[in-house]
C-alpha cells in the first residue's frame, strides 16, 4: 500500500497543512510519496524532502502548475495517482478545488475534509456544520480524501527523504491564471496560529479592528473575524471563521463581538480555551465559552492591551 | 447564452439537526427545509446575467425526491425559465450527482453552470469540480465576482490568502461563494407564476446513468460536547484565568 499526498505550496515554501496531511497518511499507514508539482520550486522540493515519514517526494517542475491550476493538477495526479491505494491533499481551498475533478476521472468518490482515521477505509468526518460527525466507509479500491488540517498533529522536519523529479507536464489550457491579491501580514496565519482573537458585527467598523490587533500583537495572535463583519466590509475574506470560512484550533479563542451561530462556532469550536467578550449575555456564544465576559468590548479591549 | 444552475434541497440554515438515538443517521423528520443557500447565489447570478442580457435562458436542475421541486419552484420563482428535477430516492452521493447532471449538460449544452460551492448539510464542497472534470470543462470555484467577455468567464475567487482571479473558456463550471451577491426575495406575483412554468421531470435511467455506491455511511454520532464554562467579573480576572488555570497566555 503507498500513499500519494498532493504537496501545497507557494514554490517557495511548504504550507503547514501539508505537515498535518502527512500525520493523516501516516496514521492511515504505507509508504507515502509527497507530490510537489509547481514551477522554479526545487526550495519547496527541498522542504518536502525533509518531512518525517516521507518516503520520496515526485517532482514535476513546469510552467503548467506554477498557481496549482485546478484543471492542470488534476490531471497529473489522474496520471501519477493510479498505482496508489491513497491520495490525499490538505482541505485547503487548493485542495478543495483540485480534489475532486481527481475523484470524478478515477470515477471515484471523494471522502471531504477528514477529523479522524478509524481504518485505511474508514473516515470520520463532520456533517451539519460540526452538529454530528459522520463515520464514512469508502467502498473504492482509490481512496481520494482531503484532510482537515486541525485535526491532526503537523508531522516533523527532521527527515531526508529523496527528490525524484518527474517529466509529465501538460497544459489543457482551458484555464488561465490572471492575478491574486494576498493579505500580507506578520501576525501567524490563522489556522496555523495558537491564539486567535476575532471581531464580529459588534465591532462596528474597519478602523475598531485595530483595538484587535493591538492585543494580537501583544499575544503572538492571528486576527480572524465573523461572516457578518467580512459581509459587512470591516475585513477582508480570508479572515472568515466558520463552516464557509476558515476552520481553526488554537490554544485559544477570544471571539469579541460575536453572537457564535452555528456557522461561526462550526469553525472554532475545536479550539482548546474559548474566552467571549459580549455585552448581551444570552449571546450563544457563551454556551462554547471557558471564560465569558459580559461587557462592553469597548471598555474590555483597550483595559486588556493595557493590562497584558 | 444558456445557463444551468443545480440547487439542493437541504436543512434550513438555522435549523438545528439531531443525531438519531440509534446513531445511523441525522433525524430530519420535521426539519425545515430550504434551498442550499449557495444554490440560491448561483440562481441569483444567474438571473442577474439574465437581466443584463448576457444570459437567454436559466434551467434550474435538482436531484432528489418529489419533494425537491419545492427547491425548483422557488428558483423559477427567483427567475429561472424552467425546471428539471432528476428523480432518485435521496440524495445520491456527489460523484452520482455529478453524473447525473453531466447527462443534463451534454443534452441541454449551457455555455454556463452555476452551483453552489457547498452543500450545507454535507459539507462536501465537491459536486461542481466533478462536474467540471465528467464534462471536460474548466471550473473557477468561491467566486466572489463574475464577468462574461469573449468566450470566457473572468471569476474573482475567495482563496484561504485572499483572492485570485482566473480567466476559463466557456462552457465552464462555476461555483459561488458567500459575497458573489446578496439573493433578492421573490415576489409573490413571481411564486404565482411559477407554477406555471415548465418543470420536466427524469430518471437516472431516461439519463442512463446507473448510480454506483461508492461509501457507506457506518455511523453518525454527536460531537463532542464542550463542558460549561464560567462567567468572570473583570478583565483582571480574566487575566488571572488565563495566566494560571487555563495557561494558555
Ligand atoms: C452522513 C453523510 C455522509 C456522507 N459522506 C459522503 C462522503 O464522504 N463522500 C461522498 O461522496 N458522499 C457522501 N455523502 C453523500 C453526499 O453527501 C450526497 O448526499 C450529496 O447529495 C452530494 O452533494 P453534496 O452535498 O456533497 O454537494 P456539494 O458538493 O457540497 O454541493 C455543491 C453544489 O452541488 C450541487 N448539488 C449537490 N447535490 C445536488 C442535488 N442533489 N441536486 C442538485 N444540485 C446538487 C448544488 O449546486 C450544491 O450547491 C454523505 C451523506 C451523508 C448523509
Ligand atoms: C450559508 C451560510 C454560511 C455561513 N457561514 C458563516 C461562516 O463561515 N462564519 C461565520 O462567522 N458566519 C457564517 N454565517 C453567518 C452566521 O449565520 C451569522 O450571521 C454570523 O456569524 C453573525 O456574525 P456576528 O456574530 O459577528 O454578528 P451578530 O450575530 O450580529 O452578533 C454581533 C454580536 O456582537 C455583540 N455586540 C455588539 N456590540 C457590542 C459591544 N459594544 N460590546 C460587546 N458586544 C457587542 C452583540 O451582542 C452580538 O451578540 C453563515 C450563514 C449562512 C446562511
Not at chain 1, 37 to 64: I, Y
Not at chain 1, 105 to 132: H, K
Not at chain 2, 95 to 100: C, E, I, S, T, Y
Request: aromatic residues 4%.
Amino acid at each position: 500500500m503507498a500513499i500519494l499526498v498532493i504537496a501545497e505550496h507557494d514554490n517557495t515554501a511548504l504550507k503547514g497543512a501539508t505537515l498535518n496531511t502527512i500525520t493523516a497518511a501516516q496514521q492511515i499507514g504505507g509508504d507515502i510519496h509527497l507530490l510537489v508539482a509547481g514551477f522554479n520550486c526545487q526550495p519547496a522540493a527541498d522542504a518536502a524532502a525533509k518531512v518525517a515519514g516521507v518516503s520520496k517526494v515526485l517532482q514535476v517542475d513546469n510552467a503548467a502548475y506554477e498557481h496549482q491550476l485546478a484543471e492542470n493538477l488534476a490531471k497529473l495526479v489522474l496520471e501519477l495517482g493510479r498505482d496508489y491505494s491513497h491520495i490525499l491533499a490538505p482541505a485547503t481551498t487548493t485542495g478543495k478545488n483540485f480534489m475532486p475533478r481527481v475523484a470524478a476521472l478515477l470515477d471515484v468518490a471523494q471522502i471531504s475534509d477528514i477529523t479522524a482515521v478509524e481504518a485505511a477505509d474508514s473516515f470520520q468526518r463532520p456533517i451539519y456544520a460540526g452538529n454530528a460527525i459522520a463515520t464514512v466507509k469508502s467502498l473504492d479500491a482509490i481512496k481520494v480524501i482531503t484532510v482537515r488540517g486541525t485535526a491532526f498533529e503537523a508531522a516533523e522536519q527532521n527527515g531526508s527523504a529523496d527528490i525524484s523529479s518527474v517529466d509529465a507536464a501538460e497544459d489543457l489550457a482551458i484555464s488561465q491564471f490572471i492575478s491574486e491579491e494576498m493579505a500580507k501580514s506578520d501576525r501567524p496565519e490563522l489556522t496555523a496560529a495558537k491564539v486567535i482573537i476575532s471581531g464580529g458585527r459588534g465591532m462596528g467598523n474597519g478602523e475598531n479592528f485595530a483595538m484587535l490587533e493591538q492585543v494580537a500583537d501583544k499575544l503572538g495572535a492571528a486576527v480572524g473575524a465573523s461572516r457578518a463583519a467580512v459581509d459587512a466590509g470591516f475585513v477582508p475574506n480570508d479572515m472568515q471563521v466558520g463552516q464557509t470560512g476558515k476552520i481553526v484550533a488554537p490554544e485559544l479563542y477570544i471571539a469579541v463581538g460575536i453572537s457564535g451561530a452555528i456557522q461561526h462556532l462550526a469553525g472554532m469550536k475545536d479550539s482548546k480555551v474559548i474566552v467571549a467578550i459580549n455585552k448581551d449575555e444570552e449571546a450563544p456564544i457563551f454556551s462554547v465559552a471557558d471564560y465569558g465576559l459580559v461587557a462592553d468590548l469597548f471598555d474590555v479591549m483597550p483595559e486588556l492591551q493595557q493590562k497584558l | 447564452m444558456k445557463i444551468l444552475v443545480a440547487v439542493k434541497r437541504v436543512i434550513d440554515y438555522n435549523a438545528k439537526v439531531r443525531v438519531k438515538t440509534d446513531n445511523t443517521d441525522v433525524d430530519l423528520s420535521n426539519t425545515k427545509m430550504a434551498i442550499n443557500p449557495f444554490c440560491e447565489i448561483a440562481v441569483e447570478e444567474a438571473v442577474r446575467l439574465k437581466e443584463a442580457g448576457t444570459a437567454s435562458e436559466i434551467i434550474a436542475v435538482s436531484v432528489g425526491p418529489k419533494a425537491c421541486q419545492e427547491q425548483i419552484r422557488a428558483a423559477l420563482a427567483l427567475g429561472a425559465d424552467r425546471g428539471i428535477q432528476i428523480e432518485t430516492e435521496d440524495s445520491p452521493e456527489s460523484l452520482n450527482v455529478a453524473k447525473l447532471l453531466a447527462k443534463i449538460v451534454e443534452a441541454e449544452q449551457p455555455e454556463l453552470i452555476i452551483m453552489g460551492k457547498q452543500a450545507i448539510d454535507s459539507d462536501n464542497n465537491q459536486t461542481g469540480q466533478m462536474l467540471a472534470a465528467l464534462s471536460g470543462m474548466p471550473q473557477a470555484t468561491f467566486a466572489s465576482e463574475v464577468s462574461i467577455e469573449d468566450g470566457k468567464a473572468q471569476v474573482t475567487r475567495e482563496v484561504d490568502g485572499g483572492l485570485q482571479t482566473v480567466a476559463i473558456n466557456l462552457p465552464a463550471v462555476v461555483t459561488t461563494d458567500l459575497r458573489l451577491n446578496e439573493p433578492r426575495y421573490a415576489a409573490l406575483p413571481n411564486i404565482m407564476k411559477a407554477k406555471r412554468k415548465p418543470l420536466d421531470v427524469k430518471t437516472p435511467a431516461d439519463l442512463g446513468v446507473e448510480l454506483k455506491q461508492h461509501t457507506q455511511l457506518l455511523k453518525v454520532t454527536e460531537p463532542a460536547e464542550r463542558s460549561a464554562g464560567i462567567l468572570v467579573s473583570s478583565v483582571d480576572e480574566l487575566i488571572e484565568k488565563l495566566k494560571n488555570e487555563a495557561k494558555v497566555i
